[in-house]
């Protein structure tokens, strides 16, 4: 049995894990942080133990470990990583995100070579999984809490509005819609109402929320409050006309999806066909498909075919895609 390839697997498997333990390595900002909370809690007795678990709401997602620091200066552009994580509402950090890239490279590269692929092909397919799946899998989570917060958001205007008609002042509210409705709705307006008890403004807590939820219906909803502690006027009356403004919003792009389901079928179907009739063939009979990787006018021909493919894929996608 050739020792060759079980030897570079090792190899690379130590390398990934000597820069795990390099990046766990040393003192941990998370550390610190919780020193920090526990001499205030000495300090404030019982009181304290109030400000401790609102800081560590507050603050979850702030402090960053050897891990995080160590593949952030690897990863391209680590702070919008960092955004793009948090927008996911899990404890998910640039370190995870990092350390399950670099497995998913050395484990398909591995496994590709094994195989029989080229060393070039099986690196090649390694990055691409590892920096896509995770990729993807970020922006597939987002999508689906975005959505969650988007479909339940006028619920809680509406829940907003008739307790300012009640006589209650906005910022206990927001409290209430945090306490009162489920999912990301309530954990962002908690997180709102949590900054604002720590001294925060409510226009500067609002706007943290919108710039890490990145969606229009928020960025609405605090251009609104804003506009009315500058100007004043029946704030609750212009809150339910947003909420109502809102909801047809979400019912004309329910409307749009419909219409635009059979097109984006078609594109995923003429997109993905080529690709697993290459991934068929190769099961079959590898040696025949080896030769798009060794001769030239193969390689030129495959690489015209994925230019053009693109460039389809790329139309029908802009063709299926509106903005309201």
């Given amino acids: 049995m050739d020792l060759f390839p079980l030897l570079m697997i090792g190899i690379g498997g ?19 942080q919780t020193r920090r909370i526990a001499a205030m809690r000495e300090r404030h007795g019982d009181g304290g133990i109030v ?38 509402g ?19 590269a591995a496994l590709l070579w094994l195989k029989g692929a080229p060393i070039l092909l099986a690196l090649l397919f390694g990055l691409t999984v590892g920096a896509g799946l995770p990729h993807w899998l970020v922006g597939f989570f987002i999508k689906r809490r975005v959505t969650k917060f988007t479909t339940k958001f006028p619920d809680a205007i509406e829940l907003l509005v008739r307790g300012l008609r009640s006589g209650l002042p906005v910022t206990e509210t927001i ?3 945090g306490s009162e409705v489920e999912g990301p709705v309530g954990e962002e307006f908690r ?10 403004s409510m226009d500067s807590a609002l706007q943290d929320t ?27 009356e212009t809150l339910a006309n947003l909420a109502t ?9 329910l409307k749009i999806k419909a219409m635009s389901s059979e097109s984006k079928a078609s594109a995923y179907i003429v997109g993905s066909l080529p690709f697993i009739v290459f991934g068929m063939i190769w099961v079959i009979n590898n040696k025949y498909m080896q030769n798009f ?3 030239p006018r193969l390689i030129i021909t495959g690489l015209g075919g994925l230019l053009w493919m693109g460039i389809g894929v790329f139309i029908m996608a802009k063709m299926v895609s509106f903005e309201i």
């Fill in 191 to 200: 997180m709102v109402s949590d900054k604002m008890k720590i001294g925060k």
């Fill in 245 to 253: 403004v809102l909801r047809q919003r979400g019912q004309m792009k």
């Fill in 14 to 32: 130590a390398a990934v894990l000597g820069l795990v333990l390099f990046a766990l390595a040393g003192p941990s900002p998370q550390r610190a």
């Fill in 210 to 236: 919108a710039d890490r939820l990145g969606t229009p219906e928020f960025q609405f909803f605090v251009i609104t409050i804003a506009i009315q502690r500058e100007t004043g006027g029946n704030l609750a």
């Fill in 90 to 108: 899990k404890d998910w950090t640039v370190g995870k995100y990092g350390m399950v890239s670099a497995g998913l490279v050395v484990v398909v």
């Fill in 175 to 177: 409290g209430i819609v």
């Fill in 51 to 88: 400000a401790e678990a609102q800081m560590r709401r507050i603050t979850a997602g702030r402090a960053q470990t050897r891990t995080d620091v160590a593949f952030g200066r690897l990863l391209p552009n680590p702070a919008q990583l960092a955004k793009r994580l948090a927008m996911t």
């Fill in 293 to 295: 990787f060794v001769d």
